[in-house]
């Protein structure tokens, strides 16, 4: 058998919760190439400022907010570890209604509903509002937020990418800590690109500071002749931080968000088994590059010409 690389001890010593990310030997490419207990999405460690820019990875996931209502909507992708959900309980009423957990109001209950079934709803704004972010919606998957008064104005979520839905996204990365290298942001309002992407470490035993990333920073002539805005500013999702975007009024705003690097606790224990067996690690496999329709820099076009 092959001489094991490191003791049981040493193997639970750079496990442990501590771990600040200084100690190399504990990261492992997500590809499954590494021998370490980290994970790269583009299946290399990043060495150097250059090798984590937008340019080295191509593993994304990307939704589009529509925003009916006249005024702006602001809405969290990252909840922290506060939980969103919320339910309410199917009643008999002459006809089957429910009484909505949030705004009180009495609806109709969904086509193929029974008396007493409990009804589960993924955007509860509540917990995120009594502790000082007022947001408005949740990140989840089709209409988010919807006036009472006029239905026909909501915020609707849709994904763009195949990869997973947005549920699937908020739910991965409140488990899962994933560094990004940065994000695009297209839309129809030139207003999208006046905003910020909001990040703050939420835990009830200390008050943090708000870091924000301003989208204008990057505004260019070449992004207003298209459109897109690339935002080359790397920041991380997990469940110690609730991050926040605001979508204008009447606008459709598309977001693209890039990884780099994901910390995974499958993974660790996967590798540690492996470690402690003395198996050897598979051999390194070469990144793809990206493709040329991935992120990309943009060119004017001249004015009345078609995209």
């Keep these: 058998m092959d001489e094991l690389l490191f003791t049981p001890e040493e193997i639970n010593e750079r496990l442990t919760s501590n771990f600040d990310g200084d100690d190399d030997d504990i990261y492992l490419s997500y590809d499954g190439a590494d021998d370490d207990l980290y994970s790269d999405f583009f299946g290399a460690r990043p060495t150097t400022a250059k090798d984590t820019d937008m340019g080295k990875t191509s593993t994304m996931v990307a939704y589009r907010f529509t925003n009916t ?17 919320t339910s309410a309980v199917v009643y008999l009423d002459t006809t089957l209604k429910y009484k909505h957990p949030l705004t009180g109001a009495v609806l109709a209950a969904p086509v193929g509903s029974f008396e007493g079934q409990v009804l589960h709803f993924n955007y509860n704004t509540q917990p995120l509002q009594e502790i ?9 998957d089709g209409i988010v937020y919807a006036e009472l008064a006029d239905p026909s104005k909501y915020l609707l979520i849709e994904p763009i990418s195949s990869n997973g839905s947005a549920k699937h996204f908020r739910d991965f990365i409140s488990k899962n800590p994933v560094l990004m290298s940065g994000f695009d942001v297209q839309s129809n309002v030139k207003t999208a690109y006046q905003g910020t992407l909001s990040l703050k470490n939420a835990d009830p035993f200390k008050s943090y500071e708000e870091r924000r990333v301003n989208i204008s920073r990057w505004f260019t002539q070449a992004a207003y002749n298209t459109d897109v805005v690339e935002v080359p ?47 050897k690690p598979a051999p390194k496999i070469k ?3 990206r493709p040329a329709t991935g992120m990309r820099q943009a060119k004017p076009t001249r004015p009345g010409a078609k995209r």
Excluded: M
């Excluded at 209502?69 to 959900?85: P, R, W």
């Excluded at 605001?246 to 088994?273: D, H, Q």
């Design 69 to 85: 209502s006249s005024t702006q909507k602001t809405v969290a992708i990252c909840t922290g570890s506060l939980t969103t959900e």
């Design 132 to 140: 000082g972010f007022p947001v408005d919606a949740i990140l989840d």
């Design 233 to 279: 500013e790397s920041f991380q999702l997990d469940n110690n931080t609730v991050s926040t975007i605001v979508i204008p009024a009447n606008s459709v705003v598309s977001f693209t968000f890039y990884g780099i690097r994901v910390e995974s606790a499958s993974k660790a224990l996967e590798n540690k088994v492996k470690i402690e067996k003395g198996i």
């Design 287 to 289: 990144p793809k590059p």
